[in-house]
């Protein structure tokens, strides 16, 4: 990858319009990762103006591709796709934590020590949800929560930077590439290819806080 296409989404205070749009993406990535868009959702890219986070950027092509992929889906279709990748009879398609990808297994020491961090944090699992601290749409929200919270002394730049190192960065991509490599991911195709891109720029721009 050459970094010199990448064009960083800009890291501002928490009220600035860009830094909103970060937390926003972050949120609708944890929501297409942890269920199939729903009617209402997938109507909204039908009549909303969809434009790309940032015109002529990195992310252009593939937000494209998303938006596209979600007009072209329907409820049932995207239901369809998400229990035959995520879930269906036994061993999924593909395993959606951070533990498998990590280490090779589910529930390893990733989990441990990302709940240690999310302790840390003043975060902690709700009993009701299915899906453990690892999956992926929980770690894209708590990235969300960093950047939007009202708690200044948590949800900061600096445990942005940390948590997505830690336990967002060193697996993102691999989930992506298994996604991309299914022959049925078809909608799960371009939210896995936004995705790496996102993560992508996500990536510069701590680095570039770095040097």
């Given at each position: 990858?050459?970094?010199?296409?990448?064009?960083?989404?800009?890291?501002?205070?928490?009220?600035?319009?860009?830094?909103?749009?970060?937390?926003?993406?972050?949120?609708?990535?944890?929501?297409?990762?942890?269920?199939?868009?729903?009617?209402?959702?997938?109507?909204?890219?039908?009549?909303?103006?969809?434009?790309?986070?940032?015109?002529?950027?990195?992310?252009?092509?593939?937000?494209?591709?998303?938006?596209?992929?979600?007009?072209?889906?329907?409820?049932?279709?995207?239901?369809?796709?998400?229990?035959?990748?995520f879930h269906?009879?036994?061993?999924?398609?593909?395993?959606?934590?951070?533990?498998?990808?990590?280490?090779?297994?589910?529930?390893?020491?990733?989990?441990?020590?990302?709940?240690?961090?999310?302790?840390?944090?003043?975060?902690?699992?709700?009993?009701?949800?299915l899906?453990?601290?690892?999956?992926?749409?929980?770690?894209?929200?708590?990235?969300?929560?960093?950047?939007?919270?009202?708690?200044?002394?948590?949800?900061?730049?600096?445990?942005?930077?940390?948590?997505?190192?830690?336990?967002l960065?060193?697996?993102?991509?691999?989930?992506?590439?298994?996604?991309q490599?299914?022959?049925?991911?078809?909608?799960?195709?371009?939210?896995?290819?936004?995705?790496?891109?996102?993560?992508?720029?996500?990536?510069?721009?701590?680095?570039?806080?770095?040097?």
């Amino acid at each position: 990858m050459n970094e010199s296409h990448l064009r960083a989404l800009s890291f501002a205070s928490a009220d600035d319009s860009e830094e909103l749009a970060r937390a926003e993406l972050y949120g609708l990535l944890a929501r297409l990762w942890l269920a199939p868009p729903d009617e209402a959702l997938l109507q909204e890219f039908r009549v909303a103006v969809t434009q790309a986070p940032e015109p002529g950027g990195f992310l252009e092509a593939p937000w494209g591709e998303l938006v596209a992929a979600m007009r072209a889906s329907t409820a049932a279709a995207a239901a369809e796709e998400h229990e035959a990748l995520f879930h269906g009879v036994g061993k999924p398609e593909v395993f959606a934590y951070g533990s498998y990808y990590l280490s090779g297994f589910l529930h390893e020491k990733p989990l441990a020590d990302l709940r240690t961090d999310l302790a840390g944090l003043g975060l902690a699992r709700d009993d009701q949800r299915l899906e453990t601290e690892d999956h992926i749409a929980y770690e894209l929200e708590v990235m969300r929560w960093l950047i939007a919270g009202d708690d200044v002394a948590t949800c900061n730049l600096e445990q942005q930077r940390r948590f997505f190192r830690r336990h967002l960065q060193p697996w993102a991509e691999a989930l992506c590439d298994a996604v991309q490599a299914q022959p049925r991911a078809r909608l799960w195709h371009a939210v896995a290819g936004f995705t790496r891109a996102f993560v992508q720029v996500e990536t510069q721009g701590f680095d570039l806080l770095e040097t």
